[in-house]
Nanobody, 122 residues
Framework: QVQLVESGGGLVQAGGSLRLSCTSS????????????MGWFRQAPGNQREWVAH???????NYTDSVQGRFTISRDNAKSTLYLQMNSLKPEDTGVYHC????????????WGQGTQVTVSS
């Protein structure tokens, strides 16, 4: 089983920046990483988990409207690491950020990390 681990969360003032990372300690994770769609989701208290961004294996990125122009998702296949650069943070960006991998197996396997807390103060 692939276990994802996020890091980089914290407390930041509005307008500040954070960079989140996601990887796995599994020895052959790179085989899964390079062939899988990767994404970031977030969940604010009392809200459902929402999609933030995803990136395909060829590097094509898509974002939810509320973060477009402020967040950048990227992947380093050599390091098997997913990133989310978050700039111009707003209080409404507060939540637990989870990374996700969609492994193209049969059937496809969607796995999640435990998440990292991001808190943006006003």
């Amino acid at each position: 089983q692939v276990q994802l681990v996020e890091s980089g969360g914290g407390l930041v003032q509005a307008g500040g920046s954070l960079r989140l990372s996601c990887t796995s300690s599994r020895s052959n994770f790179g085989r899964f990483f390079t062939t899988s769609l990767m994404g970031w989701f977030r969940q604010a208290p009392g809200n459902q988990r929402e999609w933030v961004a995803h990136i395909t294996t060829d590097g094509t990125a898509n974002y939810t409207d509320s973060v477009q122009g402020r967040f950048t998702i990227s992947r380093d296949n050599a390091k098997s690491t997913l990133y989310l650069q978050m700039n111009s943070l707003k209080p409404e960006d507060t939540g637990v950020y989870h990374c996700s991998i969609l492994i193209p197996s049969t059937p496809p396997k969607n796995l999640w990390g435990q998440g990292t807390q991001v808190t943006v103060s006003s």
